[in-house]
């Protein structure tokens, strides 16, 4: 599900359920126990991801308010580490590579990150995911730049989200287009040190526009009152 990539470790992790189903035009599900569902999915496969533990998830989804049960997220976990049990034979290569040499690069700029000869698992199960959307976002954002319509301006990155602020009408239709444009192809991570193949992957990202208010156009002098 290039849309929601959560939904889709959701169908995997409970394949038998009818409320993950039903999605709106934007690919995103609608059943309040399906959105449950992929909130457990996406809580649980995160955590997962960074080596976290069961009990750690428990708490946490708690604390948030989910009605789960430890041996629900228990069983969530088993599942995951049998679904993605190539990622998990991925992040055990990378603990040897940086135990024997001492630092991991960056999948697709290259750039050297020093763990040292004892590393922490968490961190090198970490290290390719931030330091892949990094390269990523630094990467597009360059290219974009030259590109930028008048009346556009980045003002702010974290992580794998960025805001351009634009004018309404032309400008902002110009920068959707660009932004439309500059992710539409495939990401691209060569063979190297943390990638023992050449692999690619569409990466989905959301346009969010802020000037629709109740489905209203707002053109906006200042960010309070958008």
Not at 173 to 188: F, G, N, Q
Request: charged content about 30%.
């Amino acid at each position: 599900n290039q849309k929601d990539p959560y939904l889709a470790r959701a169908r995997s992790l409970f394949p038998k359920s009818p409320y993950l189903t039903e999605v709106d035009e934007k690919g995103k599900v609608t059943h309040p126990i399906g959105k449950e569902l992929r909130q457990i999915a996406k809580t649980a496969s995160l955590a997962a991801n960074y080596l976290a533990e069961a009990e750690q998830v428990f708490i946490k989804m708690k604390a948030d308010g989910f009605p789960v049960k430890l041996n629900d997220v228990v069983a969530a976990f088993d599942q995951i580490h049998i679904n993605y049990r190539a990622y998990f034979r991925y992040v055990e290569r990378n603990l040897e590579f940086s135990r024997r040499y001492g630092f991991l690069r960056t999948p697709l700029v290259g750039r050297k990150r020093v763990l040292g000869f004892w590393p922490k698992a968490t961190d090198v199960a970490n290290t390719p995911v931030q330091s892949g959307i990094a390269d990523i976002m630094n990467l597009r954002l360059i290219e974009m730049w030259g590109c930028l319509p008048k009346q556009c301006y980045l003002v702010l990155q974290v992580h794998d989200a960025c805001v351009f602020e634009c004018r309404v009408g032309e400008p902002a239709e110009k920068m959707k287009k660009l932004t439309e444009k500059t992710w539409s192809r495939e990401v691209v991570i060569p063979k190297s040190d943390v990638c023992a193949q050449e692999r690619s992957f569409m990466l989905p990202i959301e346009l969010k526009d802020t000037t629709k208010i109740d489905g209203k156009v707002v053109d906006a002098t200042r960010w309070s009152e958008l």
